[in-house]
């Protein structure tokens, strides 16, 4: 069973930065892509951003466009997002998704199989 874990959250300041990882558990599994997404309190879930293992391609939503960075790592198999200046809309709980298959939309939330368990960012003005 594929387990992915998040780090990286914690409270920042508004134009602060943020990195976040992404460990997946199991290291046989080759990813078609893994992808972040976030939801604020009383919001629903809502995608940042994801990557495509084999070639690198990169989608960002617009609310982090120009401002977030996401990248992998294939040893490790892990991936990272990186935010920068934050805003405090940016407060959320973030999530790490990954799925093996493509079905049309990476910024789907039923695109992805596995989730990890989320970890908060609170950004304060």
């Known amino acids: 069973q594929v387990q992915l874990v998040e780090s990286g959250g914690g409270s920042v300041q508004a134009g602060d930065s943020l990195r976040l990882s992404c460990v997946a558990s199991?290291?046989?599994?080759?990813?078609?892509?893994m992808a972040w997404f976030r939801q604020a309190p009383g919001k629903e879930r809502e995608f940042v951003a994801a990557?495509?293992?084999?070639?690198?391609?990169?989608e960002y939503a617009d609310s982090v466009k120009g401002r977030a960075t996401i990248s992998k790592d294939n040893a490790k198999i892990t991936m990272t997002l990186e935010v920068h200046p934050l805003k405090p809309e940016d407060t959320a709980t973030y999530y790490c998704?990954?799925?093996?298959?493509?079905?049309?939309?990476?910024?789907?939330?039923?695109?992805?199989?596995?989730w990890g368990q989320g970890t908060q960012v609170t950004v304060s003005s």
């Open positions: 199991e290291y046989q599994y080759s990813w078609y892509a």
């Open positions: 998704a990954g799925t093996l298959t493509y079905a049309g939309d990476l910024k789907r939330l039923s695109e992805y199989r596995w």
């Open positions: 990557i495509r293992w084999s070639t690198f391609g990169t």
